[in-house]
């Protein structure tokens, strides 16, 4: 039988598997979930994370090289 693992496991688990670009982000989610500001956080957060598709670009870095 196979045993199931922990949620703190499973958490683990999925971070080792996440490319290091994402850290970041998951820190700071869980720096606002201790904080207990995660409440009011959370529609900057996917505010923002729908917004960085459109920002993060080369054609955005370069309208913005002159700046």
């Known amino acids: 039988m196979r045993q199931q693992l922990s ?3 499973l958490i683990v688990r999925e971070l080792q598997d996440l490319p290091e670009r994402d ?3 998951i820190l ?3 720096l606002l979930l201790k ?3 995660i409440e009011t956080a959370l529609p ?3 505010a923002e ?3 960085a598709k459109d920002w993060l670009t080369p054609e955005e870095d ?3 090289a002159g700046l």
Request: proline share 0%; aromatic share 10%.
């Open 7 to 9: 949620k703190r496991e």
């Open 28 to 30: 700071g989610f869980l």
């Open 23 to 25: 850290l970041d982000k």
């Open 44 to 46: 900057t957060l996917a």
């Open 62 to 64: 370069a309208a913005w």
């Open 49 to 51: 994370s729908a917004l």
């Open 35 to 37: 904080q207990g500001e």
